[in-house]
């Protein structure tokens, strides 16, 4: 198949917060397993993506618009985005000839522990399998995902899941009603995943097992299913959290202080650095923000203080959908 003219695909990528987090062991490919339940949530990216006829080989510009340091969202081949659509076209051959121009407008914090990448990752294969009528059907394009990166299944898919193996054994979770959050991330502060698996390895290896928090996904899953989300929370917990808290103990205050204020729970996602709070309801939500804005425009916050960390802070709710078609084909 041939394009001979312009095609255009808008898409809506959603963040993914990890309501529960744990490591099982090790894979053979180096990887680790885990369990984690997934959850996605209203904080999105909008990617754009332009397919234009008539190079000699697959060219690809990449822009974007977003909150953070120069040079911090790579726009060459080492981005997801671009991953994801060499691996369509390796797939299926039908961008072989084709100027790929994609935008993004980031509202996800870059290095956040939120699956930013992941989900714009996810997008891009949701728009080029739309734009060019499915070639790849559903498993198909699960193994292209999963190939990527971990978390681009759960964000092909969304809602809640708990997810098994690197994460791309997923089971579905149905759940009626919507959770309200709020996210805090230090704007000085991006971590990275792989040094904190390696320190996870570190940790088991020199200590004994009682650092590790108590975390029962089930009992979450089973809350959360019946209603009862402030229940839920008390089952709520991530593996990662007393080694990244170690890192930068700081990050623990923000997690005392979101408690303080009245958050059913709150803890870290991923691999951090961001902290989500889970509250009653989005005007708890919002109360919560203004508070720690102010608190900063003040000086008085225990990490700006210490660390000289700036808040940014996001309302958001569940999301029963991962990355999701704004604008169908165009031509």
């Known amino acids: ?30 990887y680790h397993s885990i369990v984690s339940l997934f959850h996605a949530i209203s904080l999105d990216d909008i990617i754009n993506v332009r397919i234009q006829p008539g190079c000699n080989q697959l060219e690809m510009e990449i822009t974007a618009e977003f909150v953070g340091e120069p040079g911090a969202f790579p726009l060459d081949q080492n981005n997801l985005i671009a991953k994801a659509a060499k691996a369509f076209n390796d797939r299926t051959g039908l961008i072989n000839n084709c100027l790929i121009r994609i935008g993004v407008k980031k509202q996800i914090p870059i290095g956040a522990g939120l699956a930013g990448g992941s989900s714009n990752a996810a997008a891009i294969l949701l728009a080029l399998n739309n734009l060019f009528s499915s070639p790849l059907e559903e498993t198909e394009l699960c193994e292209v995902a999963t190939a990527i990166g971990a978390d681009v299944p759960f964000l092909l898919y969304g809602g809640t899941q708990l997810g098994k193996g690197k994460g791309e054994i997923l089971t579905p979770v149905k759940i009626e009603q919507r959770l309200a959050f709020v996210v805090v991330k230090p704007r000085q502060l991006s971590i990275s995943t792989p040094q904190v698996f390696a320190a ?106 210490q660390e000289g960390w700036e808040m940014d802070c996001y309302i958001a709710e569940s999301a029963g959908c991962g990355v999701q078609l704004l604008a169908e084909r165009l031509s």
């Open 200 to 305: 996870y390895d570190r940790w088991v290896k020199e200590r004994d097992f009682g650092w590790r928090p108590r975390i029962d996904h089930q009992a979450a899953i089973d809350s959360l299913v019946a209603g009862d989300l402030e229940g839920a929370t008390k089952s709520f917990a991530n593996v990662f959290e007393p080694i990244v808290f170690d890192m930068h103990p700081s990050l623990a205050l923000i997690k005392d202080r979101l408690l303080e204020l009245g958050s059913w729970s709150a803890q870290l996602s991923g691999s951090g650095p961001s902290i989500f709070a889970v509250v009653a309801n989005l005007e708890m939500a919002h109360a919560i923000r203004r508070k720690f804005k102010e608190e900063e425009t003040r000086g008085d916050s225990a990490w700006l203080k």
């Open 1 to 30: 198949m041939h394009i001979e003219t312009e095609m255009r695909a808008a898409v809506k990528a959603p963040a993914k917060l990890n309501l529960t987090f744990d490591v099982t062991g090790d894979l053979p490919d180096g």
